[in-house]
Structure formats: structure tokens, C-alpha cells
């Protein structure tokens, strides 16, 4: 069982907006504005596209925004493209018995 | 740029040990870093395994942490990972990852290694 909450599936067409939350407690993502978002392709490791909450590293594009609001993180993608289809996830810094807490996950389904 | 590249035995026997590396180029692993592994069961999400700090300071995940060692080489610039013991249920993708200081976010990955046990 993941320490932060996430769908484990979304899906969108081409062109729209999907949103995947991400959820935790008081011991992370509701006291740290230290929320990461990463993207995996099949076969592929881990890439970060998303920190402190809502930056972006360089080369990522501004299609992928983030937000948080109380103990609930955000990843927004906007103009879903077909190579948006990947898995996501999401991770705080945390001042429970450990650095950081990861996601479950979720599965993104451009139809 | 910073590169991080896994290695070791691709196939390891059921109670032995598994031994990984972590080649470090591009930045040294003496700095104030966090370094990580990862791993992620076929068809499974990511699960930590263990952090490490530039100081020896560390985390490991209290499931494996009674099989775990962690350590850093600053000569060879690598860190590595041994887990004992292992099963089946220990075959998994192995991720190393670098990991920034204060915002805990994984900045750099591995390409990661396979790792199968089995007799």
C-alpha cells in the first residue's frame, strides 16, 4: 500500500484536459509545498516533469502544470497528445520515518 | 551531465545475495545529495527501497531494511546496494536515483536493471 493516494487509472481523448490527484497527510503534502510528478513509459525510467508543487524542469513542456490544495496534489495535462499515454507519479517530502513517500501510480489513457 | 547507470547480476539464486551498482558520472556523489534505489515488480508501481545522504545518514524501508545495506563509494563515485536473502517476490526493475536537497524530488534516474530470482 502506497503512503499517497492516487487513481489508478484516467483517460482523455486528444486535445482535452485531464487532472490526476494525488493525496497524502499532514506529515507531507499538507505541511511541504514539496509535491514531485513523474512520467514513465513503458520500458523507460522515471522522468521528472513536475517539483516544488508546480515547476518544471527545462525541456518539459507547459502542457503538464501542477497545484496543491490542502493535503491533495494536482497534475494537470493540457492538448493531450498521444504521447502522454504513460504512467504517473506522484511524491512529497515528508517528515513521517523516511525522506519521501511515492505514489500508487495511475495509468493514463489517451483514447 | 549528470548520468546514473545500474549494474550487476542480471539472474540471482533464491537466498543468495543481490549485489547492484550505481556508476555516478557528472556530478559527485559526495555532495549534499540524497541518492536512492527503487525498484518496481513487473507490471507494479514504483516501491523505495532505501536513501542515502552524502554524510552516510540513510532510510530504508522498513520491509526489506533486516536484508538491506546501502553504501556510498566516493573513490569510484557509485553507490551500491545489497539485499540478502532474496525470493521471488524480489525480482523487480532496480532504479538508482538522484535525489535534490530540500524538495526530496528524484532529479536523475538510472535506466534501470532488470533483476529475475529464480533457480
Known amino acids: 500500500q502506497s503512503a499517497l493516494t492516487q487513481p489508478a487509472s484516467v483517460s482523455g481523448s486528444p486535445g482535452q484536459s485531464i487532472t490526476i490527484s494525488c493525496t497524502g497527510t499532514s506529515s507531507d503534502i499538507g505541511h511541504y509545498n514539496y509535491v514531485s510528478w513523474y512520467q514513465q513509459h513503458p520500458g523507460k525510467a522515471p522522468k521528472l516533469i513536475i517539483y516544488e508543487v508546480s515547476n518544471r524542469p527545462s525541456g518539459v513542456s507547459s502542457r503538464f502544470s501542477g497545484f496543491k490544495s490542502g493535503h491533495t496534489a494536482s497534475l494537470t495535462i493540457s492538448g493531450l497528445q498521444p504521447e502522454d499515454e504513460a504512467d504517473y507519479y506522484c511524491s512529497s517530502y515528508t517528515s513521517s520515518t523516511t525522506l519521501a513517500v511515492l505514489g500508487g501510480g495511475t495509468k493514463l489513457t489517451v483514447l | 551531465q549528470v548520468q546514473l547507470q545500474e549494474s550487476g547480476p542480471g539472474l540471482v539464486k533464491p537466498s543468495d545475495t543481490l549485489s547492484l551498482t550505481c556508476a555516478v558520472s557528472?556530478?559527485?556523489?559526495?555532495?549534499?545529495?540524497?541518492w536512492g534505489w527503487i525498484r518496481q515488480p513487473p507490471g507494479k508501481g514504483l516501491e523505495w527501497i532505501g536513501y542515502l545522504f552524502y554524510t552516510g545518514s540513510f532510510y530504508y524501508s522498513p520491509s526489506l531494511e533486516s536484508r538491506l545495506t546501502m553504501s556510498l563509494d566516493t573513490a569510484k563515485n557509485q553507490i551500491s546496494l545489497k539485499l540478502r536473502s532474496v525470493t521471488a517476490v524480489d525480482t523487480a526493475v532496480y532504479y538508482c536515483a538522484r535525489i535534490r536537497v530540500p524538495e526530496a524530488a528524484f532529479d536523475y534516474w538510472g535506466p534501470g536493471m532488470l533483476v529475475t530470482v529464480a533457480s
Open positions: 557528472g556530478y559527485s556523489v559526495n555532495s549534499r545529495v540524497w
